[in-house]
C-alpha cells in the first residue's frame, strides 16, 4: 500500500492502512452484534427458542444440586448444532447462581476432548480447569507420572473447593486414546469419573458426569465397567426443522441494525441451514457470511442474493476442510460419486455406477485402480464428515445390495473444490458428464 496522496490528489483509494480501517468502519453498517453471530455463543435464555422438552428434562436432573444432592450423570446426543451445549450450560449457569445464594460450592467443568490425545491428557486438562476455575495452583507435573497420581491430583482439587462439580465432556467419543489398548480411552475416563460419583470413598464432593456425542452409537463402545457405573439419563436433540431454525434466527434479529434483513433473508437461510441436518449453527454462520459479504459490497440491507452467495461459500469452506486432508484415492472416489450424484434427480449415487466412473477417472488419469470393494470402503470411510451418507440397500432378492450414497452438501460444489487441486485438470466435464449418462442409463 503506498501512503500519502497520490499524483493527482484524489481520495479515491485510502492513503493508509488506517484510513482503510476506518473507511472499512464507516461501510459496516449492517452487524450491530457480531456476539450475537458467533457459531458457539451461550446465547440469554430469551434467545433459547425450541428445545423445551431438553430443557425440562435436563432441569429436572440437575436441579437437585440446589439442595446440595448429587445430580445424576447425563447422557447428550444428536447431530451438530442441535443446542446440546447451549442447553446444558445455561442450565448450569443457573443453578450455579442459584447455589451461589444458598453457599453451596457448585462447579461446571467443561473439555472438549476433539483434540484431547489420551487419558492421561484428559485427566490433567480437567486438573488445569478446576484449577483455574478455583483460583488455585497444580501440585503436579504433566509429564512423566503414571495416571493414578493425575487422578488423585483431581480429587484432591474437587474435594477441597466444590460441594457439587459437574463433569461435561464434548465430543467424548473423539478421545479415543492409544490404539495398544482395547478399551477406547472415553470408556476408561468415564468409568473413573462416575466411580468417583458413586463412592464417596473417592471423593467428597459431589460428582456428575455429561457425556455429550454427535456418534449415536457410541454407548455400544462404552465397555461393561464403565456402563454399570456410569448409568446416565438419556436426552436426545433431534435436527432443527427450517420453521424452528428461523425462530432461533428471529430471536437473533438484532445482531443486524433495525430495518437492514429484507424479509426473505431468515426464511432463506433457515431453509438452507434445514436442507442439510437442521444444524443451527450453520444457519447463524450463513447470517453472520451474509452480513459481511453485504457490508463489503457497500449495500444498505442484507438481501436474498447475499443469503445465497454465503451459502455457496460456507459450502466451499466446509468441503475444502474436508478434502483439504484427504488422500488422492479418496479424493477420486468422492469425485466419481459426486459426479454421479449432480446427474441424479435426488442427488443420490449407487455403489456400483460410482465405481465406474472411479476407473474411468483413474484411467484418465493414469492412477492406481483399486477394487469396488476398496471404492466402497473408501467412501464409507468418507461419511465420518457428514459431507454424504451411505445406506445400504437391495435390488431385489436375487441381485444382491450395493450402496446408495447421498451427499449432504452441492455436489457441484463438491466437484468445484476438488476441481482446485490441479491433479484433476485432464478431467473435462463434458466428457465426465457423458460418461456418467451413459452409465447412468446401464
Ligand atoms: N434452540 C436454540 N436456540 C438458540 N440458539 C441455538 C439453539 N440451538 C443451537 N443454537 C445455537 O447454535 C450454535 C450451536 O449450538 P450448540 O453448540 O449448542 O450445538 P451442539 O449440539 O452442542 O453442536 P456440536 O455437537 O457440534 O457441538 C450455538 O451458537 C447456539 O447458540
Known sequence: MTTGPDSEGTTESPDSIKDLILEQEKSASLIKNRRLLEPNEIVEEERIVGRDEQLMNITQ????????????????????????????????????????????????????????????????????????????????????????????????????????????????????????????????????????????????????????????????RVGSRALSSFTPEDVHFSDYDANQLREILRARKDAFYENTLTSDVIPLAAAFAAQTHGDARKAIDLMRTSGSIAEKAQADKVREQHIREAQDRVQKNRVLEVTRGISTQKKLCLFATAAVARETENSTAKSPTGYQVYRYLTETLGSDQYHQETYVNKMKELTTYSLV???????????????????????????????????????????????????LAN
Not at 495452583?137 to 477441597?160: S, V
Not at 446408495?404 to 466437484?415: V, Y
Open 61 to 220: 436432573h440437575l436441579r437437585v444440586a440446589i439442595s446440595n444432592e448429587r445430580p445424576p450423570n447425563l447422557f447428550l446426543y444428536g447431530p451438530s448444532g442441535t443446542g446440546k451445549s447451549l442447553i446444558i450450560n445455561a442450565v448450569c449457569e443457573n443453578i450455579f447462581q442459584l447455589c451461589a445464594s444458598r453457599d453451596i460450592r457448585f462447579g461446571v467443568i467443561e473439555l472438549n476432548c476433539q483434540n484431547v490425545g489420551t487419558l492421561g491428557s484428559a485427566v490433567y486438562e480437567l486438573i488445569r480447569k478446576v484449577a483455574n476455575d478455583v483460583g488455585t495452583t497444580i501440585d503436579i507435573p504433566e509429564h512423566g507420572i503414571p495416571n493414578k497420581k493425575k487422578w488423585r491430583e483431581l480429587y484432591r482439587l474437587i474435594n477441597e473447593h466444590y460441594d457439587t462439580v459437574v463433569f461435561i465432556l464434548d465430543e467424548l467419543d473423539m478421545l479415543a486414546g492409544r490404539r495398544d489398548i482395547d478399551e477406547p480411552a472415553f470408556s476408561r475416563l468415564l468409568y473413573q469419573l462416575s466411580r468417583a460419583s458413586s463412592t464417596d470413598e473417592i471423593t467428597t464432593a459431589q460428582v456428575s458426569v455429561t457425556a455429550i456425542t454427535n456418534d449415536t452409537k457410541m454407548m455400544e
Open 389 to 439: 451418507e451411505a445406506e445400504r440397500r437391495s435390488q431385489g432378492p436375487h441381485s444382491g445390495s450395493y450402496l446408495q450414497f447421498t451427499f449432504g452438501e452441492n455436489s457441484q460444489t463438491i466437484i468445484e473444490t476438488l476441481r482446485e487441486d490441479s491433479r484433476f485438470n485432464d478431467i473435462h466435464d463434458e466428457e465426465l458428464r457423458a460418461v456418467v449418462t451413459a452409465q
